[in-house]
């Protein structure tokens, strides 16, 4: 009986990450373009006809329809599902992880909204304010609140500071204010000294990258995200490895 109501809770979670990947899908190309996420209602990209709301279900309607848009038949982009299927996956990753706690949806949204923002600056190079800022808001929304904001603000403060070093012996910016809203996020997600891991871990994922297309530029944002979650994932872990480095 426990094991059907754990299952049925994980296929719960699962769909409205689904519901949230379907958003964070407005969000991504919208947000670039400085239209509403709320209106006009969904449209083909090709024939800009409107969409039906069944047009609109989350996985389903992208393999009912077989990945073609229903009026036009043109192809509709694969990132579409994909990003409802790994938003889903991820609220059950966090499930997981945290259990049916009060704040596991302001937590999952936190990360959800680092979605858009790692896709948008693969994309564009450049991250909207308003996303960040909401994914710095619901990393404070915990039971820890005070701390999350202590430890947000100096991983921001911090971070902002080397940047301004960096920037004055490099003779250019050498950080972005998106790379200083992003550095609260982790602080207020991963505490001290996680988040200095994170912070390590992200220039670790980005080094081969950053070689390999040294002159187009390689953006940081996403090193930053994939490396927070990481790091939240395995806080235990990481605690017992940064324990056994400074004890032995």
């Known amino acids: 009986m426990q094991e059907n109501i754990y299952i049925e809770t994980i296929i719960t979670v699962f769909i409205f990450g689904t519901l949230i990947g379907s958003f964070v899908n407005v969000v991504i190309y919208r947000i670039p373009k400085d239209e509403s996420l709320a ?110 904001m202590m430890y947000g603000a100096l991983a921001a403060g911090g971070l902002y500071v080397i940047g301004l070093l960096s920037s004055y012996i490099a003779k250019r910016e050498a950080m972005g204010e998106a790379d200083v809203i992003v550095a609260g996020t982790m602080g207020a997600l991963l505490a001290f000294p996680n988040f200095f891991v994170a912070l390590f871990l992200s220039a670790i994922l980005a080094m081969i990258p950053a070689m390999i297309w040294r002159d187009k530029g390689v953006p940081f944002v996403p090193f930053l995200a994939l490396a927070t979650l990481i790091v939240y994932l395995y806080d235990t872990q990481v605690s017992q490895l940064i324990d056994r480095l400074i004890y032995g």
């Not at 006009?40 to 329809?65: D, E, G, R, V």
């Not at 848009?69 to 043109?74: E, G, I, L, N």
């Not at 990132?79 to 609220?91: N, R, S």
């Not at 499930?95 to 600056?121: C, E, N, Q, R, T």
């Open 39 to 148: 209106f006009p209602a969904s449209k083909c990209q090709s024939c800009q006809t409107p969409l039906k709301w069944y047009h609109n279900i989350p996985l389903f309607s992208w393999m009912f329809l077989r990945g073609k848009c229903a009026f036009c038949s043109v192809a509709i982009s694969k990132q579409y599902p994909l990003i409802e299927f790994f938003t889903g996956v991820l609220f059950v990753i966090l499930y997981l992880k945290l259990g049916l706690v009060w704040y596991l949806p302001f937590v999952a949204l936190s990360f959800s909204a680092l979605l858009p923002l790692v896709m948008i600056d693969f994309e564009y190079m450049a991250v909207p304010d308003s996303v960040n800022l909401f994914a710095l808001l619901m990393a404070l929304i915990q039971p820890q609140f005070l701390d999350a």
